[in-house]
């Protein structure tokens, strides 16, 4: 009778112990937001993408003054033969290449006058987007789990073009300069052709000798 | 004699059978093809045109298209697959309700051979869905972001709602506003909480936000929704003509609120566009071209005082 007792006691007590630590009980939010934590490294993906793919973006790039010519006379031809799209979009990415003079230095961009006659502004303040990124037609979002990791590119790429482009070239550049370029602009299909096309720069040598 | 009377019978069974095997293929050949529309929620407007949207243009293709409900749950989805799969749908124009949970589903419909195309709303998967069309949230937030930092003139304490924080639009518009923000540091966020892209929500947030922090510049909220609440506790508070809004979506409301002046800017996405292109792609992998990508953003556009003219009324852009 006694033994009966115990029994029951211990089944008593054991059975919801082990229910309990069976379960554990977490605020859904929180545990999604955890989950979605993945283990895509931005920073590591966009050094290989700077050490390894871009020299062959700039290697294959236009010359700057041949695609604004064509983007002034035949936009649709230069949006076919150099411009990168992606998804359905109406803004293409072009990567671009030079040589010209620094004519202006101001705290948003480097203006150059290239030896063909056009003038160009290499951003130094606002390097963000995907310009660099699409522009070198050298990531493919297919890869990707999200587009929260592809995005994550755009922004470690970037951060390298102010580390390793534009903080020199801000304090090394002035005036009358020679300065070579290669990087990326962006341009909507249905927008009006600016006067002076916007470029991030991924490679800027300047005439001190200063490479970038 | 016999022995051909003995031959009739399997004959006759035979070319029976026959009769009704052709008689079956034939009917399945003829009959019309389906898609399912599968949405996350009809509570809400913007999910509405989405789903109706791509289901008039599958109609349109000469498909038989139904709508399902989701009701912003994930048990209700797995439900509607089940019957998807059960009742042999050919594709399915999908909504998600949740950018993992809903993976498997997506996973079961493709073992059974029906391709998903996902619109607006991201599942985490690389190749799960034919294809997934959505907004270029990030994009879109990199240039709202950009027109901020002008508009605050590089300085200024400010407010973020979040949209569901289990949404991965939630997330790549946050991060696309602070790949641009963060990289100014007179640029201070005082406080950044959830409103689930809820219009009252973001009212009760900001009210009490603005009891803990009197001095905020601005606020930028991930849909229009959370923008036009946000903004009813400004004005509420008095502060409307110091506090600056920004939202995201392009709502009818919130275009009308920029031309007013009681925002500052919105982004604009177009989910016809979204949601009849998956439908046209869906058509196209039925009839045997599956050359187009997994993941498909859908460019979006910013708008500001600007340039509104462009915007009133609304326009299916791109």
């Not at chain 2, 949230?137 to 901020?148: A, P």
């Not at chain 2, 050359?291 to 609304?314: C, R, W």
Request: hydrophobic letters at 40%; glycine letters at 6%; charged letters at 25%.
């Amino acid at each position: 009778m006694k033994r009966k007792l115990i029994k029951r006691l211990i089944a008593v007590v054991a059975i919801p112990v082990v229910l309990f630590a069976s379960f554990k009980i977490e605020n859904l939010q929180v545990y999604q937001a955890q989950t979605r934590q993945t283990t895509f490294d931005a920073d590591e993906f966009a050094n290989r993408f700077w050490n390894e793919k871009l020299a062959e973006s700039i290697e294959n790039a236009p010359d700057a003054d041949q695609l604004l010519k064509l983007l002034n006379e035949n936009q649709e031809a230069a949006f076919r033969q150099y411009g990168k799209k992606l998804g359905i979009s109406k803004t293409a990415y072009f990567t671009l290449k030079g040589f010209g003079i620094i004519d202006a230095v101001n705290d948003e961009f480097i203006s150059v006058a290239t030896i063909g006659g056009n003038t160009v502004e290499l951003e130094t303040a606002f390097i963000f987007g995907n310009a660099v990124r699409d522009g070198s037609g050298q990531v493919n979002i297919d890869k990707f789990v999200n587009m929260t990791d592809f995005n994550k590119v755009s922004i470690a790429v970037n951060q390298l073009v102010r580390k390793k482009v534009t903080s020199h070239l801000t304090q090394a550049a002035q005036k009358g300069q020679a300065i070579e370029f290669c990087g990326m602009a962006e341009q909507k299909e249905d927008e009006p052709f600016p006067a002076s096309l916007r470029i991030i720069p991924v490679k800027a040598i300047i005439s001190d000798g200063k490479t970038e | 004699m016999n022995r051909k009377s003995n031959l009739t019978k399997p004959i006759l069974f035979l070319c029976l059978l026959a009769a009704i095997i052709s008689c079956k293929t034939s009917s399945r050949q003829d009959s019309q093809k389906k898609m399912a529309v599968v949405i996350s929620t009809l509570n809400n407007p913007w999910f509405v045109v989405l789903g109706e949207s791509a289901a008039q243009r599958a109609r349109e293709l000469g498909y038989e298209a139904h709508i399902f409900d989701s009701q912003n749950n994930s048990a209700k989805e797995a439900e509607h697959f089940d019957n998807i799969i059960a009742m042999g749908y050919d594709a399915i124009l999908f909504n998600p309700t949740d950018a993992d949970g809903s993976v498997l589903n997506v996973q079961r419909a493709k073992t059974a051979d029906i391709p998903t195309f996902c619109m607006d709303r991201e599942i985490n998967s690389r190749d799960a869905a034919a294809s997934q069309l959505l907004s270029d949230n990030f994009t879109g937030c990199v240039k709202l972001g950009e027109y901020f930092v002008k508009q605050m003139r590089q300085k200024g304490r400010y407010v973020e709602i979040l949209g569901l924080v289990g949404d991965n639009n939630t997330w790549n518009r946050s991060n696309g506003f602070h790949s641009v923000v963060d990289e100014f540091p007179e640029l201070v966020m005082v406080a950044q909480q959830s409103a689930d892209f809820d219009r009252n929500k973001a009212m009760d947030v900001m009210e009490t936000i603005m009891q803990a922090n009197p001095e905020i510049d601005a606020v930028f909220c991930g849909n229009d929704a959370m923008a036009l609440g946000a903004y009813q506790a400004v004005l509420a508070a008095g502060k409307a003509n110091r506090i600056k809004v920004f939202g995201f979506d392009g709502s009818d409301d919130a275009i009308r609120a920029i031309a007013d002046g009681k925002m500052a800017a919105t982004v604009m996405q177009y989910p016809v566009l979204m949601a009849r292109k998956s439908a046209e792609l869906a058509d196209q992998l039925i009839r045997g071209d599956a050359n187009f990508s997994h993941k498909m953003p859908v460019e979006v556009d910013l708008v500001t005082p600007d340039n509104i003219s462009k915007y009133l009324p609304q326009t299916t852009r791109p």
